[in-house]
């Protein structure tokens, strides 16, 4: 069973309009991320919260908003969608002060802006 | 920049053939080094690690090594079988700053004929 869901798995918007992409994580990890896979680039790293707070961002943009209601939850607001913004967004997680570095990743949430 | 870079985007073989995949990198600061891989329709997921104390790392029948002087790390895989079709990522980290702030290579598709 998948333990860290995103919802929904494909999603199409116009340009202009918003949408929330959904994570939850079931694995009891307190440090939760956002990644965005653009076609024809690499994972590229957004967002990292710990405890539900933000400890890092790496999003130029303020249309994109990370919103933390519980401790395994981290959602991803995008407003005024662009269609640059079409990608795959994976929510991932790890266990902070584990310094391993590994972290799980969701099965992502593939975003289409028309 | 911090960067990583793999050369290879595509890679085909017949199985049981050798797998070689070549990656370089450019950091100020002391990395630990990863390997991902991500199959269809699911996130990636940490493969191997590889931390500049040890320099290699083995999983799953896959290693890694790293060579300091020339800023490269490469996996490898005596004998490849069709499950092993997937794309590879070489990522890069610091552990002390922020364990899940990762940079990705830009992937090598490995397709294996079978």
């Known amino acids: 069973d998948p333990k860290i869901i995103q919802k929904p798995k494909y999603l199409v918007a116009v340009t202009g309009s918003e949408k929330i992409l959904i994570c939850e994580q079931y694995?009891?990890?307190?440090?939760m991320y956002w990644y965005r896979q653009s076609a024809k680039k690499p994972l590229e790293f957004m967002f990292s919260y710990s405890y539900q707070k933000l400890m890092d961002n790496q999003t130029a943009s303020s249309r994109f908003q990370p919103q933390s209601s519980k401790k395994n939850h981290l959602d991803l607001q995008i407003t005024a969608l662009k269609p640059d913004d079409s990608a795959t967004y994976f929510c991932?997680?790890?266990?902070?002060?584990?310094?391993?570095?590994?972290?799980?990743f969701g099965e992502g949430s593939k975003l289409t802006v028309l | 920049g911090d960067s990583v870079t793999q050369m290879q985007g595509q890679v085909t073989l017949s199985e049981d053939d050798f797998l070689f995949i070549n990656c370089t990198y450019s950091?100020?600061?002391?990395?630990?080094l990863f390997w991902y891989v991500q199959y269809p329709g699911e996130g990636p997921q940490l493969l191997l690690k590889?931390?500049?104390?040890?320099n290699k790392g083995i999983s799953r029948g896959f290693e890694a090594t790293y060579d300091k002087g020339t800023t490269s790390f490469h996996l490898q895989k005596a004998s490849v079988q069709e499950s092993d079709s997937a794309v590879y990522y070489c990522v890069l980290g610091d552990l002390n700053y922020n364990q899940g702030k990762l940079i990705f290579g830009q992937g090598t598709k490995l397709s294996i004929k079978p």
């Open positions: 991932a997680s790890s266990q902070e002060g584990g310094n391993t570095g590994q972290l799980y």
């Open positions: 694995l009891g990890h307190n440090a």
């Open positions: 950091t100020t600061w002391y990395p630990t």
């Open positions: 590889v931390t500049t104390a040890n």
